[in-house]
């Protein structure tokens, strides 16, 4: 399974970026997809994270500013980021798990898959 994420940028203080990434490959079902983000000297962190059933979550820092959707058609998540601030700048990382080909039908064994990172940068 491979992850492919696009979208990132420079972008000024307040302004809005849309990532978007899309699962390819040969799987049974994605389960959930994420955002992930690692600015430097700091640990990997959750951002948003959506599941196939359109539940989300989000970090604290970033309610009511980003919104994360899932096109499961697609295999395709968007990361909606609004009201930018410096903070957020960081290479974002798109996470996606599921369920491989198992026998017929049948999904197979789990997987969990990661995206190569596209740097935000937020100017102030």
């Known amino acids: 399974v491979q992850l492919q994420a696009s979208g990132g940028g420079l972008v000024q203080a307040g302004g809005s970026l849309r990532l978007s990434c899309a699962a390819s490959?040969?799987?049974?079902?994605?389960?959930?997809m994420g955002w992930y983000r690692q600015a430097p000297g700091n640990q990997r962190e959750l951002v948003a994270r959506?599941?196939?059933?359109?539940?989300?979550n989000y970090a604290e820092s970033v309610k009511e500013r980003f919104t994360i959707s899932i096109d499961i058609a697609k295999n395709t998540a968007y990361l909606q980021m609004d009201s930018l601030k410096p903070e957020d700048t960081a290479v974002y990382y798109c996470?996606?798990?599921?369920?491989?080909?198992?026998?017929?039908?049948?999904?197979?064994?789990?997987?969990?898959?990661w995206g190569p990172g596209t740097l935000v940068t937020v100017s102030s």
């Open positions: 996470n996606g798990n599921g369920y491989l080909r198992g026998k017929g039908w049948s999904p197979g064994r789990a997987f969990n898959a």
């Open positions: 959506i599941s196939n059933m359109h539940d989300e």
């Open positions: 490959g040969s799987f049974h079902s994605i389960a959930n």
